[in-house]
């Protein structure tokens, strides 16, 4: 009986080709869905935009619990996109590197205030950006299909559910604040005392002085 023996020729294609197979299914492995990698996307965009907003108030802001504020979301959302940055790398994910232009406008609508007109107009963005990041992470920490996505969404919903409390009630004391000017300046302006006419003073009448009669006429 006749041995068969393995060229080395093809051999080396065999090695290859085992290869080839094997970064075909490792690649296969980390390729996350359609879905995920969009939640990565917006989660990397929303975060640079965070640190940017972060920052502008830490120029702009006159309030030193604003200015807290914006630093902890400075260094909680470059840390957290630190992660997700190194996390898209493994899963070949595209991160963009630009804010969307809706942010772009956000910010340049806030670098014309200053003093408690930019505070309050921050806090409201940051209220409103904050429930958005919310709603998208809750999502994908429950239905997110990549075991590693889903684990850094669930992992930072509680940093940014501390970011919107804190900013929900940083932009009450402002609410509080106006509505109560407005009831100040309202209850002014129905006081009776300060609706009453001003009184103009009016020269004394001169006193009419009847005619003098000469003195024998009839």
Do not use: C
Not at 67 to 96: E, G, I, P
Not at 190 to 218: C, E, L, R
Request: charged share 25%; aromatic share 4%.
């Amino acid at each position: 009986m006749r041995k068969r023996h393995v060229t080395p020729r093809i051999a080396t294609g065999l090695v290859l080709g085992v290869v080839m197979l094997t970064a075909v299914h490792a690649a296969a492995a980390v390729a996350p869905s359609k879905a995920d990698a969009t939640f990565m996307q917006d989660a990397s965009a929303a975060g640079m935009a965070e640190v940017d907003m972060g920052q502008l108030a830490l120029k702009q802001s006159s309030d030193a619990k604003v200015k807290a504020l914006a630093q902890r979301l400075v260094d909680d959302h470059a840390k957290a996109d630190d992660q997700l940055k190194a996390l898209a790398a493994s899963k070949q994910v595209t991160l963009s590197t630009t804010s969307s232009s809706d942010v772009q406008k956000e910010e340049k609508d806030l670098q014309a205030k200053s003093g408690s007109a930019f505070d309050q107009a921050w806090l409201k963005d940051m209220v409103k950006d904050h429930q958005k990041a919310l709603k998208a992470f809750n999502q994908e920490g429950k239905k997110g299909t990549d075991a590693d996505v889903r684990q850094f969404a669930q992992a930072t919903l509680p940093t940014l559910n501390d970011h919107l409390k804190t900013a929900k009630d940083l932009a009450a004391v402002y609410d509080a604040r106006d509505k109560s000017m407005d009831q100040t300046t309202k209850s002014f302006s129905n006081d009776p005392m300060n609706n009453n006419p001003a009184i103009t003073p009016t020269a004394p009448a001169t006193p009419v002085v009847a005619p003098a009669t000469k003195s024998g006429q009839h």
